[in-house]
């Protein structure tokens, strides 16, 4: 009993640290103190295993690794918001929400930052993280609790269940998980020593490290949050901006640089004083979000399409930055597009170092007259995506003379193809190495066939030392296993993780195939649609562009690409080679496929209690009907499960019919 109460008092102790550390930012003991008390705990625990809890600050960091990310429904989905550049469209926003309420309304307005990071939903259920999951379609993201668990600034448990009777026994809340600048630039640091490839900003390495597989290397990022939104189970609280206030009693970390508004005119000042002081704050944002701040006004305006009417952004002008053009290159990726690069002096832009800016296309080139030895303004786009937006000085007279695109690949020397009515152009040969490369990579991704450790590094050696000239080489490196573990930086385990990736993509569905083929515009949503009526390789090779474009959602820009692909006797010789390695051409027999309810759309909303939602929409589909995920006159059902929510207001509205989750089955059924 002793020691229980030991670990209990541990556990407390060490939970407020963390809070006063990581969401208060005011330690009250040193890092060896705080280590101390934690290896006492897990020396207690490790010698009662019994006595340990998920939610122990021991646990953070589990020892399994994430072999499958599954499908999480969102309570309510994650909505994108509205963008604002000026201020005559916040304006504008204004009297939209005036006219949209009741006369005689005081509304006010919730300013807070835009944080550039990687959203997420937190779901709590008696005071503690049960799951967490990516904003994916924003009806259903990917479950990645593992990975979040390993965030400090978390909480595992909350701090209060009930805050002045608000009660927080079942809420979702939602996040922005980001990286702080200097900790994003020290990270890059540790990996340009160790050789490794540093990352290109901190967004993208924020949404990357939340899809690793080991939650070992993402406790070792210096990933944190920022939570900005609550979603109780029932009932609702009266305001968003007491919600921020509730959330930080409650444990979490809610961003200080907020502001309760009463007029657009407030709104607007602390948008210029955010913006004037961007440099200052730690960590990368690129705007203000504006949130109407009464819950029961927010239910009032409803959404629009994708979009609250009560929320929008309002998004900061591009950093600029002016340099010098010292050359224009043109690279390959991996679909052969051949792409202009501008090789720039060295300039600091949004605390990067920027020395390439995309040109686009010599349609860009030209229509701005860009030329080696320019000086030129650059931005980042979305401040993330580098781009000459202008030439200084087009009258001076000593300047290059015009680009004009290769005729041959700057790679394999082969001759560029220049599509009809397009201004790409493109090199056709597949074993071109630098189309090798990014197909290769593409290949392997995660969505596609998911070879874990053929990544582009391994994946640039290998092609480099002649191990892989196309993809069916991959599926022929087993008997190349002895070579490859006497190359530097590989060994016996690590080859043998690769192999055994390799041996499981061959596992993969017909679809995934597809879409790791690389055809040009066939993505996955496409890749499944083509599979679904195209049943095999064979079928769809044969089809005609006439018989690809009847299938609906395809154009003839995919059919042309699908057509052209397969008149290439190569891709025909890859894809039987690929078929002798044991990969999947042809789709799953569903013998239980029937046309009962084409033409019928349905929406699903609530939580149903005889199976998921993935479930219901699969017997949907082989039904012949189709699942769509917003409600419009064109919808002939709404499934309408426990705690449904706007989606069935808005059903009511149109006068769409709603069904109960029996009525659903007896309809599927017969």
Not at 46 to 58: A, C, G, V, Y
Not at 187 to 209: M, Q
Request: negative net charge; aromatic residues 6%; hydrophobic residues 35%.
């Amino acid at each position: 009993m002793e020691t229980e109460k030991k670990i209990e008092q541990l556990r407390e102790e060490i939970n407020r640290h963390n809070y006063n550390y990581y969401v208060l930012a005011e330690p009250e003991i040193t890092d060896e103190e705080y280590d101390s008390l934690l290896k006492e705990l897990e020396d207690l625990e490790k010698k009662n295993p019994r006595l340990i809890t998920p939610d122990s600050p021991t646990q953070r960091v589990g020892s399994d690794l994430t072999k499958k990310f599954n499908p999480r429904t969102h309570r309510v989905p994650m909505l994108s918001l509205s963008n604002t550049y000026n201020e005559e469209e916040l304006y504008d926003f204004d009297r939209r929400i005036r006219d949209s309420l009741p006369s005689g309304e005081v509304i006010e307005y919730v300013a807070e930052l835009k944080i550039d990071g990687a959203s997420v939903s937190l779901t709590y259920r008696d005071g503690y993280l049960v799951a967490a999951a990516t904003r994916g379609d924003g009806t259903t993201g990917e479950e990645i609790t593992p990975n979040v668990r390993t965030i400090k600034s978390v909480p595992l448990k909350l701090r209060k269940k009930e805050i002045e009777g608000y009660l927080l026994d079942d809420i979702e809340v939602r996040g922005e998980i980001f990286m702080e600048k200097k900790a994003f630039l020290r990270l890059n640091e540790e990996r340009e020593k160790r050789g490794e490839k540093v990352f290109a900003n901190p967004r993208n390495s924020t949404a990357g490290t939340l899809k690793l597989q080991d939650p070992s290397i993402v406790a070792s990022r210096p990933l944190d949050i920022f939570v900005y939104y609550l979603i109780p189970a029932e009932g609702e609280f009266i305001s968003q901006f007491e919600n921020l206030r509730i959330l930080k009693e409650a444990g979490f970390k809610v961003n200080p640089w907020s502001k309760l508004c009463g007029s657009m005119d407030e709104v607007i000042t602390f948008c210029r004083e955010t913006e004037s002081k961007r440099d200052e704050i730690p960590y990368d944002i690129d705007g203000v979000v504006i949130k109407v701040n009464s819950v029961k006004q927010q239910s009032i305006l409803g959404n629009i399409a994708r979009s609250p009417r009560w929320a929008t952004s309002f998004k900061f002008s591009a950093r600029k930055a002016e340099t010098t053009i010292n050359d224009i290159i043109w690279q390959v990726g991996r679909t052969g597009a051949v792409t202009p690069v501008a090789v720039l002096q060295p300039v600091s832009l949004s605390g990067s170092v920027i020395s390439r800016a995309t040109l686009h296309n010599i349609d860009e080139i030209e229509r701005k007259d860009i030329r080696i030895g320019d000086r030129v303004v650059i931005e980042k786009g979305g401040d993330v995506i580098p781009k000459v937006t202008r030439v200084i000085d087009l009258e001076r007279a000593d300047r290059g003379p015009a680009t004009t695109p290769p005729e041959k690949c700057p790679v394999c020397s082969s001759l560029l193809f220049n599509p009809e009515e397009e201004v790409g152009i493109f090199c056709e040969n597949h074993l071109c190495p630098a189309r090798l490369k990014g197909a290769l990579s593409h290949f392997a991704s995660r969505n596609a066939m998911d070879i874990e450790g053929l990544g582009e590094a391994i994946t640039d050696l290998l092609v480099d030392r002649g191990y892989i000239k196309s993809f069916p080489d991959i599926y022929h490196l087993y008997s190349k296993k002895e070579e490859l573990e006497r190359i530097e930086r590989f060994g016996e385990k690590s080859i043998g993780n690769l192999l055994v990736a390799i041996e499981n993509s061959k596992l993969k569905p017909y679809e995934k195939v597809l879409f790791a083929l690389g055809i040009r515009f066939v993505g996955e949503g496409v890749a499944a649609l083509l599979a679904e009526n195209f049943p095999s390789i064979d079928k769809l090779a044969d089809a005609s562009a006439e018989e690809i474009e009847s299938v609906h959602g395809i154009g003839p820009r995919i059919s042309e690409s699908v057509t052209g692909f397969f008149r290439i006797g190569k891709n025909r010789e890859m894809i039987g080679e690929l078929k002798k390695a044991g990969l999947s051409f042809e789709a799953e027999q569903k013998a239980d496929k029937t046309d009962s309810l084409k033409g019928k759309v349905f929406v699903l909303t609530g939580t149903l209690s005889q199976m998921t939602r993935g479930e219901a929409k699969d017997k949907i589909l082989l039904a012949g009907g189709k699942a769509s995920s917003s409600v419009s006159r064109n919808t002939d059902f709404v499934v309408a499960g426990e705690k449904a929510g706007s989606k069935l207001k808005k059903a009511n509205e149109l006068g769409v019919k709603v069904i109960s989750e029996d009525e659903f089955l007896n309809i599927i059924n017969g």
